[in-house]
């Protein structure tokens, strides 16, 4: 009997995967690596990882994206040629053969797959397998919600990609026996469809099978409950899309098939003709949608101008001196300025230089003054949020533990709880053997007033580990978090969290930024922290304050643990991990708590080494020892409480492949092989120079010189227009290593181990592209990884910056993970790289690289920057700058080319706060809403 596969076709957020895991649960093999769950779909997707990344492949090289609905009545030309799609073909069925070896049965779904279903029908039947094909049709508005949340796709243009998608492969499905399942009636009577469906399909339908069904199939796996009448009375929709409905379900009932044929094939033939007309309605709503939302931004900032003025004028009428306070003020702006900008710049003429590397007092004053304000809610939005959430609002425990705390800063604390927007909460404040009287009275004082503060009194000694855990047995909420008994949460923290977590079910732990507060009451240094970055945490404890943890998760893991005091919260969240999605990490880009800053406190101790550093080693060991991978191992950092963790190489050590595009200028190219063979402590390596054409002698005689000289050393020959990606590509068909390195001709290796260091991170299996950090002739920072940025699309962090800066947050001088690295000097394994179809050549010289990262990021894989590999970059020497008209035009094209292809997603960088400036390079605070 021969093998046989079940194809499940449909639409994104249809049904597909719940179908899917029927049919597994009838018999069919699924795989074993699935794309994880979300949070709007917690029983899971049951999408094939290999399978999907296949698809995404091949739609990659079509140059296709799934969501733009036009594309499925008008397909593009392939750019493909028949050697290549050969190619592909082969390595498909070599590995649907090794799959069905043990697996008579598999069934899988994509919904890409009726994009590219020829080249599957091609597989398979190449494979020698049989193939059944299950249509599934949903309710065009119960994709729209999930569309929009997952990915930003606004209700009109999903009703046009639902259409597009049932529509505008149905000549492509008539022509093959498919069956049609109504998601609707599957979940409804799953006996009766699926009886009907196993019935047709072969498969076997028992008690068990069904019990097991039963169990999985529950209501709450409909998106939105929908009938036809919703879509015929929804405004703007078009009655093609409802008359496409009503065929469906027709075929989903066998009624009439021929007649069922016809009229799609009619409605086929209709929707072809309105794409010109739905696109450029499709296009002129988008634009509107946009200046909706930015002419709304514009009149809150508007409306809240004129508040502040209103009251200003109000506060002046009653001051006398204010005449001389403004002149003052104005005075000490403008000096402070000044005194920033000569800071700023070293006495190279036309080298700018950044020494500062966190936010000038001057510049966050006026933040706070100006936008921070404007983002806070009012009175009635909170209560209009806890009425929405009615008896779900989740309690929040404080845990604080005190000891010797000065009145005034414990009262403070205190009041900063009670003075919170949001009610329910606890404050559990454990005290440890303080000797201060006030300490004791203040507590009871407070405990008296209000029900919500529970206290607690050790009886000896046990430090803050003790202390807290002691704190932590008075929480009953849902959620912990945990407070420095002389820190001040903003009066809206506890509002935020509770936002957040009702918003987000899944989450289990949520951190916010965070700043110091001094004797005084002002606020400095800033933190505006990254989302989600591991490898960040590796380095450093930047999530901090303020950290509110799931109860449950807190008890699974015991609480604080003894022995690591100083890192103790660094500790907790290291344990936590373990037991934690990163879907299930939430960061909010606001300022939610206030550090204490005072003469001794930790707040101001950041230059001074402490038991702090070494705590924190012990808790990242003893987390790698528990975790893995073996071999791993923790040292301190390039700064005070930083660290570096040793990744191990593999044994024996992979093979790298360094790939060159070059032409002419020996001057470069030699300095640049010659610092990687003469400098590299790692040796397993080989140089593949590719020459795009060069002609001078002195060049092509050191060519040859350098063949001679070491047998690592190839040349390869592109003889086509300068296109570095295809150059790229080229040189990977060539080489030999399982890791691939795309470096410039116009670098010079600095320090031995940079190439052991990223061969290090990007064994991981997690990661996909290691960059390095790179200098500029004159030693400042040249590339210290990739953020998006909404004008220039990207952009370089620390540009500019001093070479031995720390950079904002220590990030110059620790690990971490980022959007995208430079291809000046990217390294990644060969199977990412050909995972998601290597470079694009459409993108010939800008943004290749940031493009290719940012597919291996929707890949699954984390980029990651490490300062421990340097080497000087002198940009642009080698093909010249984007200075001519026809260079520029080029540039506009693929920029034009990027925003197609990536949209909204180039505007807000997770590993980049949206507090921050995002239109220049400078690390600054935004200055407008």
């Known amino acids: 009997m021969k093998p046989r596969a079940i194809l499940v076709l449909g639409m994104h957020c249809c049904g597909t995967g719940a179908l899917t895991r029927c049919l597994g649960l009838l018999g069919a093999e699924l795989g074993s690596s699935f794309i ?36 499925h009545l008008i397909p593009p030309e392939s750019p493909l040629s028949p050697c290549d799609v050969h190619s592909l073909v082969a390595e498909v069925v070599e590995e649907i053969e090794e799959r069905f070896a043990s697996c008579p049965l598999w069934a899988v779904n994509d919904p890409r797959t009726l994009r590219i279903l020829p080249f599957w029908e091609e597989v398979l039947r190449r494979a020698r397998v049989e193939t059944d094909m299950v249509l599934v049709v949903c309710h065009p508005l119960a994709c729209t919600q999930p569309l929009e949340q997952r990915y930003g796709i606004p209700e009109a243009r999903s ?37 009907r469906l196993s019935a047709r399909l072969g498969l076997p339908w028992s008690e068990a099978a069904k019990e097991e069904v039963r169990k999985f199939l529950k209501p709450d796996l409909r998106h939105a409950r929908c009938t036809i009448n919703d879509l015929r009375n929804r405004p703007n929709v078009l009655p093609i899309v ?24 009619a409605l086929h033939a209709e929707f072809r003709r309105m794409v010109p007309l739905l696109r450029a309605l499709d296009a002129q709503a988008g634009f509107a949608r946009r200046a909706e939302q930015e002419s709304v931004a514009l009149r809150g900032l508007v409306e809240a101008r004129e508040r502040e003025l209103a009251e200003l004028r109000e506060e ?7 005449r001389w306070v403004e002149r003052l003020r104005g005075c000490e702006r403008s000096f402070r300025r000044w005194s920033r900008t000569v800071v700023k710049t070293e006495c190279i003429p036309g080298v700018k230089t950044h020494a500062r590397d966190t936010i000038d007092s001057l510049d966050y004053e006026e933040w706070m003054s100006t936008l921070e304000p404007f983002s806070l809610p009012n009175e009635d939005e909170v209560a209009a949020m806890l009425q929405q959430m009615g008896g779900k609002a989740p309690k929040i425990s404080l845990v604080v533990p005190v000891w010797e705390t000065p009145e005034k800063h414990l009262r403070e604390c205190i009041e900063a709880v009670r003075h919170q927007s949001y009610p329910h909460w606890e404050l559990c404040l454990a005290d440890d053997c303080s000797t201060q009287p006030h300490v004791k009275n203040v507590l009871k004082e407070y405990a008296a007033e209000d029900a919500r503060i529970k206290i607690t009194f050790r009886e000896e000694k046990g430090h ?9 047995e008075l929480a009953a909420g849902d959620y912990v978090a945990f407070l420095g008994h002389a820190d001040l949460l903003s009066q809206h923290a506890l509002y935020f969290m509770a936002q957040v977590v009702v918003k987000h079910r899944g989450a289990k732990i949520v951190y916010s930024d965070e700043d110091k507060i001094d004797e005084q009451g002002r606020r400095f240094e800033p933190h505006f922290k990254s989302d989600w970055n591991p490898d960040l945490l590796y380095s450093i404890n930047y999530a901090r304050h303020l950290s509110v943890y799931q109860h449950d998760l807190i008890k699974t893991i015991g609480g604080f643990r003894v022995g690591v005091e100083g890192s103790q919260d660094y500790d907790l969240l290291l344990r936590c991990l373990p037991h934690v999605k990163p879907k299930e990490i939430v960061h909010i880009a606001r300022i939610l708590y206030h550090e204490r800053a005072t003469d001794g406190s930790s707040a101001l101790a950041t230059n001074e080494e402490s038991c702090t550093g070494q705590a924190g080693m012990i808790a990242l060991q003893d987390y790698f020892t528990e975790c893995g991978p073996s071999g791993v191992t923790v040292e301190t950092g390039m700064m005070p409480n930083s660290y570096r963790i040793r990744w191990p190489i593999p044994l024996p050590a992979p093979l790298v492949s360094l790939l060159i595009p070059t032409r002419d200028k020996r001057e470069l190219i030699e300095v640049a092989v010659r610092s990687i063979l003469e400098k590299s402590a790692y040796r397993n390596y080989e140089i593949l120079i590719i020459d795009n054409g060069s002609v001078e002698a002195q060049t092509i005689e050191w060519f040859a010189e350098i063949l001679r000289w ?22 990977v068909r060539h080489a030999r290593g399982s890791i691939v390195c795309l470096i410039n001709n116009d670098v010079e290796v600095i320090n031995a181990d940079w190439l052991g260091e990223m061969v290090s991170q990007v064994c991981r299996p997690d990661i996909g592209c290691v960059g390095a950090k790179l200098y500029y002739r004159d030693g400042t920072i040249q590339h210290g990884g990739v953020r998006l940025s909404r004008c220039g699309l990207a952009g370089h962090l620390h540009k500019h910056y001093r070479g031995n800066a720390a950079g904002y947050g220590g990030r110059l001088k620790v690990v971490q993970n980022c959007s995208g690295v430079t291809g000046a000097c990217l390294v990644v394994r060969r199977s990412v790289y050909e995972e998601v179809g290597g ?7 800008a943004f290749n690289d940031v493009d290719f990262c940012l597919r291996v990021r929707r890949a699954g894989y984390r980029n990651l920057w490490t300062p421990y590999a340097e080497l000087y970059h002198y940009e642009s020497v080698s093909r010249g700058y984007d200075d001519t008209p026809e260079k520029q035009r080029r540039v506009r094209e693929e920029m034009g080319f990027m925003k197609a292809r990536w949209g909204s997603l180039l505007e807000e960088d997770p590993y980049y706060n949206t507090n921050l400036e995002n239109f220049r390079e400078e690390l600054s605070l935004k200055r407008h809403v």
């Open 36 to 71: 994880a769950p979300a949070a709007d779909n917690p029983a899971g997707f049951w999408e094939d990882v290999r399978f999907v990344s296949l698809n995404q492949r091949l739609t990659q090289l079509l140059g296709e994206e799934w969501n733009r609905w036009w594309e």
């Open 159 to 195: 009703l046009l990609l639902w259409t597009g998608q049932y529509l505008g492969h149905w000549p492509r499905l008539a022509a093959r026996p498919f069956q049609a399942v109504d998601y609707d009636r599957l979940l409804e009577d799953p006996d009766r469809e699926l009886r």
């Open 242 to 265: 409802v008359e496409t409905l009503e065929a469906l379900e027709d075929l989903c009932v066998d009624r009439e098939p021929s007649a069922v044929s016809a009229r799609m094939e």
């Open 316 to 322: 002046r009428a009653r001051s006398r001196t204010w």
């Open 464 to 472: 803050i580990s003790r202390a807290s855990n002691t704190a932590l």
């Open 710 to 731: 070491d047998s690592r050393v190839r040349v390869l020959v592109y003889d086509q227009a300068f296109n570095f990606s295809a150059m790229n590509n080229l040189g």
């Open 839 to 845: 470079l694009d050549e459409r993108l010939k010289v």
